[in-house]
T-cell receptor, first 117, second 111 residues
Framework: GAVVSQHPSWVICKSGTSVKIECRSL??????MFWYRQFPKQSLMLMAT?????????EQGVEKDKFLINHASLTLSTLTVTSAHPEDSSFYIC?????????????FGPGTRLTVL | QQPVQSPQAVILREGEDAVINCSSS?????VHWYRQKHGEAPVFLMI?????EQKGHDKISASFNEKKQQSSLYLTASQLSYSGTYFC????????????FGQGTRLTINP
């Protein structure tokens, strides 16, 4: 069964609104979650690293005030796209890092497709 | 730095073999392989760690040549279910956990 869940699976919103995406680790506590964005027919681009109990680390060129990341617990990380615009429409996927037990396998969530009108 | 995958696309008939390569210009700690089907999230296939690992499952195997900073994914006797886009993700430092993905290789298997 799934070990990482995301909610919602898809969302359609109007330009200027904010959208929150949740990523949950279902089978063990994850100190780190990674957020990726994927445009059609392109690769997975890392946006930021979410660390439980501390500030997220953003990749170069990613606006931290636009893409707010919160990792409030060991099982939940959230990405909020603030004041979304059509160019933010994309497939957003979280990936769980190794858990406290240090397992090597790293799983993606099922993804959230965001469409901004 | 993004690893480079080759080829960009492959079209095979069912039962044929394929090799997908992933090269980095920097030293690597590990290489991860994923397969993504259209409209879905990538699915983890395997991880190869520094030390020249080779591993496989069913008819999919991979090798990691750390001297060449290169990994190859081998698909033998391909099945229709193997169709999808394959991504390698590279990790440069042990414990960093951060993966940078190649541009992907689109594999199409025809009956």
């Amino acid at each position: 069964g799934a070990v990482v869940s995301q909610h919602p699976s898809w969302v359609i919103c109007k330009s200027g609104t904010s959208v929150k995406i949740e990523c949950r680790s279902l089978d063990f506590q994850a100190t780190t979650m990674f957020w990726y964005r994927q445009f059609p027919k392109q690769s997975l681009m890392l946006m930021a690293t979410s660390n439980e109990g501390s500030k997220a680390t953003y990749e170069q060129g990613v606006e931290k005030d636009k893409f707010l990341i919160n990792h409030a617990s060991l099982t939940l990380s959230t990405l909020t796209v603030t004041s979304a615009h059509p160019e933010d429409s994309s497939f957003y996927i979280c990936r769980r890092g190794p858990g406290l037990a240090g397992a090597n396998e790293q799983f993606f969530g099922p993804g959230t497709r965001l469409t901004v009108l | 730095q993004q690893p480079v995958q080759s080829p960009q696309a492959v079209i095979l008939r069912e039962g044929e073999d394929a090799v997908i390569n992933c090269s980095s210009s920097k030293a690597l700690y590990s290489v991860h392989w994923y397969r993504q089907k259209h409209g879905e999230a990538p699915v983890f296939l395997m991880i190869l760690l520094k030390g020249g690992e080779q591993k496989g499952h069913d008819k999919i195997s991979a090798s990691f040549n750390e001297k060449k900073q290169q990994s190859s994914l081998y698909l033998t006797a391909s099945q229709l279910s193997y169709s999808g886009t394959y991504f390698c993700g590279t990790e440069m430092n042990a414990g960093a956990q951060k993966l940078v993905f190649g541009q992907g290789t689109r594999l199409t298997i025809n009956p």
